[in-house]
């Protein structure tokens, strides 16, 4: 049971340039998130999908942009990377509804030159 | 004021003592709390969800406060493997966002 599965698990990005991370969960969760985490800052929400077909902005979603493609598949897009979106990014899926218990996959660890 | 406040530490505790931790909320409408684990470099793990009566899982015990809207963690005969990140999160009624406090930081030396 793989439960989170991020890719790729590091990442070097040009400035400017533009990179999909994937996620995806076989869990059967409702519930889908995209985190960054910075040194000092904690874990701040970019994007979440609380069941299939929906998305909606957390606390930093400027410069990035997500698509629920099914119920186990969660992406977040960079369309055009900046060295402050230099970070470890983290999904995570719960079953959503009552049940918040977040499960997290392994992170993502990108820098942007 | 941020939503969800930890003290970051570090916590630098011998093995064997016995050390807590508080994390204060600003919504009095949340309702759902946890305390999560993260190692370096690591994901955050569930370590326990908090209950209004307080619950207790081995030598971790949480509580909440509702009146002073704060959650707290004990930690009893600490262990060297303890030493981690603990992260509280925050649940507000009515939204599917849970809300991260930004960790404290445990030391357990030998």
């Known amino acids: 049971n793989a439960g989170v599965t991020q890719t790729p698990k590091f990442q070097v990005l040009k400035t400017g340039q533009s990179m999909t991370l994937q996620c995806a969960q076989d869990?059967?969760?409702?519930?889908m998130y995209w985190y960054r985490q910075d040194p000092g800052m904690g874990l701040r929400l970019i994007y979440y999908s609380a069941s299939e077909g929906t998305t909606d902005k957390g606390e930093v979603p400027n410069g990035y942009n997500v698509s629920r493609l099914n119920k186990r598949e969660f992406s977040l897009r960079l369309e055009s990377a900046a060295p402050s979106q230099t970070s470890v990014y983290f999904c995570?899926?719960?079953?959503?509804?009552?049940?918040?218990?977040?499960?997290f996959g392994s992170g993502t660890q990108l820098s942007v030159l | 004021r941020k939503e969800v406040e930890q003290d970051p530490g570090p916590f630098n505790v011998p093995e064997g003592a016995t050390v807590a931790f508080n994390c204060t909320y600003s919504n009095s409408a949340s309702q759902s709390f946890f305390w999560y684990r993260q190692d370096c470099r690591k994901e955050p793990k569930l370590l326990m969800s908090?209950?209004?009566s307080g619950n207790e899982d081995g030598r971790f015990t949480a509580q909440l406060n509702r009146a002073s809207q704060y959650i707290s963690l004990l930690i009893r005969d600490s262990k060297l493997s303890d030493s981690a990140t603990y992260l509280c999160v925050v649940r507000s009624g009515g939204s599917y966002i849970p809300t991260f406090g930004r960790g404290t930081s445990l030391i357990v030396h030998p």
């Open positions: 908090v209950y209004s």
């Open positions: 869990m059967n969760h409702n519930s």
């Open positions: 995570a899926s719960s079953e959503g509804g009552s049940n918040e218990k977040l499960f």
